[in-house]
C-alpha cells in the first residue's frame, strides 16, 4: 500500500513540474500589443510619404478646438510642399465620426501643415484619416489616438 502512495506522490509532483514549466513559457512567450498602433510617425498607406501628427500645444485636450500639426516629407526625406490634404475620422467602436470637420489651414513651411478644427468629445478610440493629393502622388495616412 506504501508503494501506491508513492507512485501517486511522484505523480503529482510531476504534474505540479509540468504546470510550473507551462507557466513560465506562457509568461515568457511575446504576446501581441493589446490596442491600437498609436505611432505619431509612419509611412503613408502607399509609402510615398512620411507624416508625423501632433498636437500644437503639445498636449491633447478632450471636449476641446485645438490644432494639430501635420509634417509631411517624401520617402527620401523631402518636406511636401503644396499638398492638398483632407481630414476625416471617428470613433471605430463606436460606429461614429468626427464630431466637427478639421481643416488643414496654414501650410508653415519645411512639409509642415496646421490641421484647425480637431476635437474629441469623449475618451476611447479615435482614429483621424488624412489623405495627401501632393506633386508625388497621392496617398493616406490614419493615425489612432487614444484617450
Known sequence: MASIWR????????AALLVGILAVVYLTAPHPASGPDTSRSKKTANGLFVASFEPERGVIRQGELQSWLLTLKT??????????????GGMPRHSHG??????????LGEGRYR???????MSGWWQLRIAISAATGSDSVVFNIVL
Open 75 to 88: 520617402a527620401a526625406g523631402a518636406p511636401v510642399e503644396g499638398a492638398a490634404i483632407t481630414v476625416s
Open 115 to 121: 490641421i484647425d478644427g480637431v476635437k474629441f468629445t
Open 98 to 107: 468626427l464630431p466637427t470637420s478639421p481643416q488643414a489651414t496654414d501650410y
Open 7 to 14: 507512485y501517486i506522490l511522484a505523480g503529482l509532483g510531476l
